[in-house]
């Protein structure tokens, strides 16, 4: 029984066994539905062991979207929790639990996927390419990915949660004062599916430079193609800082070294200066090809390009390059003195200026548009002046004298939310919207869409502006409860209010996919937002193989120039197309990794030594393997786009007869 | 167009919220460092609001004037690849708002970071300002005081505090008297603070460090050098002194009441002063004498067999 006792939950609560009897339910149900459907065949076949980065990309959409969820859940039960003083629905342990889970699932687990998504759908079709670099790496990508979150997301069940905070600071988060098995998972989950995004970082980086249609010269690609390769290089360097630094917190926690203690001669601080050093980047990772896609859609719907291109790449680069110089300015408070605080002050706010830059090309951009008012575009108009709010309040933040009244302040909580939620989130609905019908065939409901938008924009403006006012009136972060005599209660309740309706707005989304997948027209064509870059030049849904002919660039808008100034994008005879085969490795190193994982997070040392030979063993195995892919031959391919065709031209008849 | 108007409402409705409160704590300084802070955070609300305000009527005009419902069905936008006076000016414009507020912040930073103005010539107060879980240690060295969880301070004298933990990293913030700084274990900062007015203000740990971290909260008072002289006297005749034992009790975790003691714990559980950010004399010291690492050793066991009971 010892043995088993140490997966018992710490700090058990009725809601945490709801959860696991829910967990359970849930997960009998999918196992007992997918046999019963004999459906285990299909998700083999097409989905877990696919490296097409169609299918791995809507992967990492679902997995976003139901991280999105749990994190939200966290999101709610605080606002809840703080909606009034003195409130008893969870208690200080719960409350630390859920707002450490809440910061990695919504940065790690959801953010992050949600941008590999888009990355993994767009990229390739907009540079003509018919697949990533190294597409099992991939599929390997993804999997690490998934194993890490699944990891990440048993701790509240088995274990204990993490409690010291997403940024996990030491010696808090060191074996003293964190005594369950919480910072492990921590340390373990983010490891596994941060070696994912290091390799995505190194594929898409290849892709981008390596297999650019002909004539695609660097200042040809479409802006989301920059911000991915720009985000992607900054992945590369940041990454592997993440990497060392949890190895060596699960070191100081594991086996017991003294990197991070406040014992002989460990040093806490390091621990904060490398996760910034990692953890600023990181924001400019989420936040570029977030940049990148606003790009995309506010030129489409202004029917116009993209204003002030150099500068827009121009700006990216100085701001990949400034995401490393300002790391301190996370902890003006540690007592570097007013010459460091003064450096990284200026650097922080010289971020303001290409950022400035970039909003100002944006509104060039509709300036002599012919500005549709559509789903995606609203988000991104919307984005406009509340990032521009979230940024400027970043700039007073900036000013280390007065961060000093700022930091670790709801004034702070306010200022990341109001970068990421407009910043990051909206993108990334827009972007959901507006690639939808690209990758499933029909378009998502607009009028859903838009009550959507109001709901998460209103909800946004009440959750989040109150916070400016309650940080400056003395309200520190994290904290689970607060007296009345502090006078937080009505400002609190109204960031609530605006919560509830954030959490009403995101399941609109659900049902406007129900809604619309029961509801919306299937005869769309290839280009239903009168678009302007490649990935709109091939069919919906997009083949396997992208492009039955690799297409021919011109310009930055090659598909709009085709358009219009009659560009022939696809010349030449059909050939024979090269193509990689699937491959069930990536998943079973998933797994793999996944028992790993959990082996060390609990010390037990024999499976952790057999899945760590494991996964060395499927590296070997990969290295002897003697895979060319295949060839999809000319008959076939003409056979697909036979069919694509004639569908299309049924389409068009239907269309001027029937409208479902 | 329902997008703007929303957006104003929500934005007044939160005007009139703050305009019917309290002065917020961090507006409302009773000292030169918060003095600085609020004045530095009044200058760039105003600056930053002029930006917003700009942004907004430029973004509401542009899409007025160019929403497609207006336009002809055979407008074609134009082509525009940019143009270098537009680029400069909206390069430039954000230069010199970003430049003159960073003269302002390293301004700033050099006036907190010295003892604060207006009384230079007096002699700073040097108080010790130790957290443990979830508690706040007040030494007055000079006077030989220590107090738990509440702070009297003398106004018009310049107060050095002298931060570090027990524990997890914490941070010392009294809103009105200025901005925090963290307290940590392996290190002593420092925080220069002030208090023109006699009064009762709030003062806590900022910086998330446990179960209790929403307790984390001490009272400061400040008053007159005469009554502070004189509290400092009753303190003297009345308080029970401050032994090891005692001190280790106080630092188990958990929370306690305002406390007073004669003696600081300074006495006999030095603050790290010397213990970081001079690693090599550590390593100079374990060269020249062996023992030195298992003295260190020894004590860690001792503190942690008190933290035991």
Known sequence: MEFFERFAIPHPSPMIYASMVAIALVSIGILVGITYFKKWGYLWHEWFTTVDHKKIGIMYLISALVMLFRGGADAILMRAQLSGPDMKLLDGQHYNEIFTTHGVVMIMFMAMPFIFAFMNLVIPLQIGARDVAFPRLNALSFWLFFAGAMLFNISFVIGGSPDAGWTSYFPLAGNDFSTSVGTNYYMLALQISGIGSLMTG?????????????????????????????????????????????????????????????????????????????????????????????????????????????????????????????????????????????????????????????????????????????VPMLYSIGFIPLFTIGGVTGVMLAMSAADYQYHNTMFLVAHFHNTIIPGVVFAMLAGLTYYWPKFFGFMLNEKIGKSTFWLLTVGFVLAFFPMYITGLDGQARRMYTYSEATGFGPLNMLSFVGAALMAIGFATIVYNVYYSYKNSPRNIGSDPWDARSLEWATHTPVPEYNFARVPQVFSSEAFWDAKKKGHQLFKGELKDIHMPNNSGVPFIMGIIFFIAGFSFIFAIWIPAVIALIGIFVCMALRSFELDHGRHIHVKEIKEIEAQYEEVQGNEARSHTTTRV | MKFKSGLLISLMALVTILAGCEPLLVLDPKGPQAERQASDIMLSIGIMAVIVIVVLVILAVILF????????????????????????????????????????SVQSNYIVESAPTGYENEEPLVIYASSSDWKWHFSYPEQGIETVNYLYIPTDRPLEFKLYSHGPITSFWIPQLGGQKYAMADMVTTLHLGADVPGEYMGRNANFSGKGFAENIFNV????????????????????????????????PGHLGQMTFTGTHLEFSPAPEHNHGSDTDDLESNHDDHTSHDTQTDSTNVETDHSGH
Request: aromatic share 14%.
């Open chain 1, 202 to 374: 190194i594929n898409m980086m290849t892709t981008i430079l390596k297999m650019r249609a002909p004539g695609m010269t660097l200042m040809k690609m479409p802006m989301f193609t920059w911000s991915t390769l720009i985000a992607n290089v900054i992945i590369v360097f940041a990454f592997p800082v993440l990497t060392v630094a949890l190895l060596m917190g699960t070191t100081d926690r594991l086996f017991g070294t003294h990197f991070f203690t406040t014992t002989n001669g460990g040093m806490d601080m390091l621990w904060a200066n490398f996760f910034w050093v990692w953890g600023h980047p990181e924001v400019y990772i989420l936040i570029l090809p977030a940049f990148g896609l606003y790009s995309e859609i506010i030129s489409t719907f202004s029917s116009r390009n993209l204003y002030g291109y150099k500068s827009m790449v121009g700006s990216m680069v100085l701001i990949s390059l400034l995401s490393f110089l300002v790391w301190t300015h996370h902890f003006f408070t540690m007592g570097q003195g007013a010459l460091t605080n003064s450096i990284f002050s200026i650097t922080t706010m010289a971020i303001a200026v290409p950022t400035g830059v970039k909003i100002f090309n944006w509104l060039f951009t509709l300036w002599k548009g012919k500005i549709r008012f559509t």
């Open chain 2, 221 to 252: 008072t400040a008053m007159s050098q005469k009554e502070f002289d004189e509290w400092v006297e009753e303190v003297h005749e009345r308080a029970e002194p401050l032994t090891e034992d005692v001190f280790n009790k106080l630092l188990e």
């Open chain 2, 65 to 104: 004037k160019y929403r497609a419902s207006k336009q002809p069905d055979d407008y074609e936008p134009p082509h525009i690849e940019g143009n270098i006076w537009v680029e400069v000016i909206c390069i430039g414009i954000p230069v010199l708002i970003v430049a003159y507020l960073s003269f302002v």
